[in-house]
């Protein structure tokens, strides 16, 4: 069965729409995209009304948030605000991976930014970026040593398969 919910609020704060939807637990997160407002939500706690098919949305963090900016191979970074312009897809760190593993993890593509949230939604949340050399889209993590990734390369018109085997990078301090 297919039930549609309305937003509410209607406008949403950021004054954009939204992209990913992740379960961490019992939360569910969701992407701010395309903001409008520098100071408004990046991501949006969701709460499901059933029986009026509504979706309440809630602020997990803002996009001028601060947060400790990762650098590799130094133990601690420097305490900043962030400042998202594109939000965009997320995803939940694999428990496994060695380095941020159970976090959420928000993309925002054009600033280049992987941003990871421990402990999302509780009086414990801790936010993390990490600056990229790239702009990248969605995120995804093999999930066996022997799988395969696979994505499309927009410039070659065409996919590619990433297949384990590849080297492990040493993890990058907290």
């Known amino acids: 069965m ?3 919910y309305n937003y509410t609020p209607r406008k949403l704060p950021s004054g954009g729409g939204t992209d990913a939807v992740t379960a ?3 939360l569910v997160l969701i992407s701010a ?7 408004g939500p ?3 706690k969701l709460t499901l009304n059933a029986r009026r098919h509504i979706a309440k949305l809630g602020q997990l963090f803002a996009d001028n948030a601060k947060s400790t900016l990762v650098v590799p191979g130094k133990p601690q970074g420097k305490t900043t605000r962030l400042a998202l312009t594109d939000p965009d897809s997320s995803a939940l760190v694999p428990a496994s991976a060695s ?5 959420f993890v ?4 054009d600033d280049q930014q992987l941003n990871f949230v421990a402990h999302p939604g509780t009086t414990e949340q801790l936010l993390t970026a990490l600056k990229l050399t790239q702009s990248v889209d969605d995120t995804v993590w093999a999930t066996r040593a022997n799988g395969m990734i696979l994505t499309t390369d927009a410039s070659a018109d065409g996919i590619v398969a990433i297949r384990g085997g590849l080297p492990s990078a040493p993890p990058i301090p907290r």
């Open 42 to 44: 990046a991501v949006y």
């Open 33 to 39: 995209s395309a903001p409008s407002a520098s100071d």
């Open 99 to 103: 380095r941020f593993g159970g976090d």
């Open 106 to 109: 928000l993309n925002s593509q």
């Open 2 to 4: 297919l039930v549609h």
């Open 24 to 26: 961490v637990g019992k």
